[in-house]
């Protein structure tokens, strides 16, 4: 923000120490920087188990069919509305959950700089919170939707 304010030939000059700006920036903000690393480090490492429980649970329930099959492999329960949400929102919930945890991971491994936390970081935050949200709520409703078929 700050840079879109000031000059462009004021932004690579130098002080009286020969620093940059941006050289000036990251050392006052270097605190700053290893606090909210450590929470994001935390904050991911947390989500990311969860993500894991909620992609195992997921696969167990997209790859079983409630109701059995017929001898020719097909559900039984197949064209009932019930058993096509339950089918679309175990999947759903599958991939949502296996997304999240590829995001939670990308931010436990990457390098976590200064610029890293303008839009990256913030950003696999966000879609990884996002994904784990849509796959608890999708695996509630393929719960719910399997009390159906007892």
Same mark, same amino acid.
């Given at each position: 923000?700050?840079?879109? $304010? +000031?000059?462009?030939?004021?932004?690579? @000059?130098? !002080? !009286?120490?020969?620093?940059? %700006?941006?050289?000036?920036?990251? #050392?006052?903000?270097?605190?700053?920087?290893?606090? =909210? =690393?450590?929470?994001?480090?935390?904050?991911?490492?947390?989500?990311?188990?969860?993500?894991? *429980?909620?992609?195992?649970?997921?696969?167990?329930?997209? %790859?079983?069919?409630?109701?059995?099959?017929? /001898?020719?492999?097909?559900?039984?329960?197949?064209?009932?509305?019930?058993? /096509?949400?339950?089918?679309? %929102?175990?999947?759903?919930? *599958?991939?949502?959950?296996?997304?999240?945890?590829? &995001?939670?991971?990308?931010?436990?491994?990457? @390098?976590?700089?200064?610029?890293?936390? @303008? @839009?990256?970081?913030?950003? #696999?935050? $966000?879609?990884? $919170?996002? %994904?784990?949200?849509?796959?608890?709520?999708? &695996?509630? +409703?393929?719960?719910?939707?399997?009390?159906?078929?007892?």
């Amino acid at each position: 923000y700050i840079k879109s $304010l +000031v000059p462009q030939h004021f932004y690579f @000059r130098s !002080n !009286n120490y020969g620093k940059t %700006s941006r050289e000036i920036f990251k #050392k006052s903000h270097a605190d700053l920087i290893k606090e =909210s =690393s450590d929470w994001l480090k935390d904050t991911s490492e947390s989500c990311s188990v969860v993500a894991a *429980l909620v992609a195992g649970v997921s696969f167990a329930t997209a %790859s079983a069919v409630p109701g059995g099959t017929t /001898d020719e492999g097909r559900p039984i329960l197949e064209g009932k509305p019930a058993f /096509d949400v339950f089918a679309i %929102s175990s999947l759903i919930g *599958l991939c949502f959950s296996i997304t999240g945890l590829i &995001m939670f991971l990308s931010i436990l491994t990457s @390098r976590k700089q200064a610029k890293d936390f @303008r @839009r990256d970081l913030p950003f #696999k935050l $966000l879609l990884g $919170l996002s %994904s784990l949200f849509v796959a608890i709520a999708s &695996m509630f +409703v393929s719960f719910c939707t399997g009390h159906f078929f007892c």
